[in-house]
Each structure stands twice: as C-alpha cells, then as structure tokens.
C-alpha cells in the first residue's frame, strides 16, 4: 500500500486553485498522532510505501526526518512545492525514490497562480536537489488551469537542462473550485487543451521512431500501459484502494481532496490494520457502465462520489478523458510496432505506479 502522510495542513505558498487552508479543515494543522502509533501501522505492511505530502510537508522537516529514521517503509517519496527544499539534509535527500515538484511549466504561468518569484526559486532549488545528491526520480507536477496551454509547457519542462526533469505529470484545476470560475470552459476543452493533447501525443511517438527515446509523460504512459496490458476498471490514481492518505489526526481517508467527508473515510492508525484498507472505496455511477472504464478507471474518485459540477460539468470532463484515450489508441499500433521491431523496449514505458500521480489529468 501507499500511504499519503498529511505532515501539515499549513502551506507557504497560497496558490490560486488550492482552496485548502489550515483554517477550513476539520482536522487538526499539524499531526497529533505519535510517531510510535504511526510506526505500528505502517510496519504491519511490509510492502508499504511512503509518501510526504501537506499542506507544505517540509514545514515539518523534523517530522519527516523522525519518521524516515525510525518507521521501515520500501520507498519514501516526497511532494512539495520545493521552496524549503534546500534545507533538506543531502543524506535525506537520498533516501527518495521519488520527488514530485510543483511547477506549472514557463515562469509566467508558474508565477501567475503561485506567485511571483516562486518559479526561480524552485527552479534554483531543485538544480541543487542533484548537486545534494539526489538520483531519484524528479517529477515536473504542474497544475493546468484555463491559462495554461498544455503542448508548450510541457515541451518546455521537459526540455529543462538544469534541472532535469525525468517525467512530467499534470492535473487539471476541473472540479477541485466552482466551475464559474473557468470563463469558457468548452472552448477551452475542444479549441485548446484536447487539440494540444493531439500534438503532445504526435510528438511523443516521432521521438520514439527518430530517437529511440519513451518521453516520461505520465498521463500517457498509464492510459497506453491499460490499452496494451489488462484494462482495469481500478482508479489510476489508487485513491481508496490501494493508495491512503493519513489526515493530521490519524484517520485514513481515501484521499485529502475528499478527506473532509465521512464517505471518504476508512479506519484510523490507532485500530485499522492498514492491509484490511485495501480495496476499500470503488467510483461507481456512471464510470461503471463507461466504454473505456477499463481504461481510465474512473478518473478521480471524489468527482465521482460528490460530482461537483453535476452530470453535464462531469460529462464534459470525460471528454477530455475521452479524447486522450482516442489519440492513443490511434497510434497504439504504431508504438506496438516499434516494440516488436526491438526499437524500443517494453522497459521503456515502465512506471512506478501509484506515485501520487493520477495519471488521468
Ligand atoms: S471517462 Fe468519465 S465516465 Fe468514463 S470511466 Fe472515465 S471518468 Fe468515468
Ligand atoms: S484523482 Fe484521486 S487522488 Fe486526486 S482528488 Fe481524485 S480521488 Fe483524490
């Protein structure tokens, strides 16, 4: 299992689609749980995996440390905003598996939603992430609203030199907020964000055929892993099934989008064996009866309990899920090609799964 440690609910940044506030939340700011209780959970699953998340989980950079040094997890993974990344010891640092940082792509639509000045130093500081040592993978974790145009910046996270970036993952701001916040939603569906996908998914397979090369895009790789495996009518994301998250007070909910909700919740660390959350919460209506279920598994579990902007806001969503999955199959057989041709490899689309990336944006 993965577990999603809420190490605080307080943030330093204030970005403009995150309406999650410290003060908002029926949960305590910051973990009021002991480290022994935690420790005695998580141990009971030998497989467990843990990921630091907020809030801003290097606000509790002691905590952190605490839990890395006394709690046996498989990987540790960390996602942050990256603005405290420099006080992060070189021999914690090391011990990641993985690191999702949030960045929205160029400086201006960084900055424009997480405020000025917050793009270089992110940037700065995860160019030190490698000099401290750090050989894990690096995610770019943007958050894509109605300003954003997909297809230049993920191109342009993707061609960072320094730092790196190994992979890219976006999120899109649907249903999180009110949807009268988006001016023209539509348009920009069917006239922006879908046609770029198109070209996204072009290029990605021009450079498997000149260069031999898998670019890391995870909503890509994730749909193309069910189009050519088992279709799983399971939630990329893992929310609720095999993916938890740990709110401040030690209840486990599927995850902290939902976490405020009762239907969201699953046990507690104090009395749940963390294996017997496994396979606890489904999406049901309509992903169930969906042509390509087997393929998005439902897209986000809270949209689907809570359905925020109602069935037409969510139908509209799928057609974005819809399109995606259309653009791959439509050059399935050209990648299938190049696998059988020993071009590339099955390796190279290989990921490590439920990483805190949903996969579906
Ligand atoms: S496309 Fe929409 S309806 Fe279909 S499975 Fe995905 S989220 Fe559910
Ligand atoms: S995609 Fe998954 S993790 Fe993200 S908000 Fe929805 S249910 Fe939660």
Known sequence: MIFNLQLTLHCNLNCTYCQATAEGSIFPPRVTYSLSTLKNFIEKDPDAVIAFY????????????????????KYFILQTNGLLLHKVPPNYLRRFHTILLSIDGREHITDLHRGRGTYKKV????????????????????????DTDIYPEVNWLLNLENPHFDSVHWQIDFMFNDRSLW??????IFKKYNPQITRLIEDWVETM??????????????????????????????????????????????CPVGADFKEFHIGNIEDTHPLDTYNALHVSAPCTTCEIFGICGGRCLY????????????????????????????????????????????KDFEYFKYNCCEIIP
């Open 54 to 73: 907020g809030g801003e989980p290097l606000l509790e950079l002691s905590l952190m440390e605490q839990i890395m040094d006394s709690i046996k997890a």
């Open 123 to 146: 940037i700065k500081n995860a160019r030190l992430l490698r000099e401290k040592g750090f050989q894990g993978e690096l995610i770019a974790r943007m958050t894509v609203t109605e």
């Open 183 to 188: 001016k023209d939603l539509e348009s920009w």
């Open 209 to 254: 055929k000149k260069q031999s090369k898998v670019l890391k895009i995870y909503p890509f790789l994730g749909v193309l892993d069910r189009l050519i495996h088992e279709p799983s009518a399971k939630l990329h994301c893992g929310a609720g099934w095999i993916w938890q998250n740990i709110c401040t007070n030690g209840i486990i909910a599927a």
């Open 303 to 346: 949209a689907n309990m809570f359905k925020p902007w109602g069935e037409d806001g969510y139908r509209l969503v799928c057609s974005t899920v819809f399109h995606l999955v259309k653009e791959l199959r439509r050059v399935q057989g050209e990648i299938q090609a190049l696998l059988h041709s020993g071009k590339l490899k099955k």
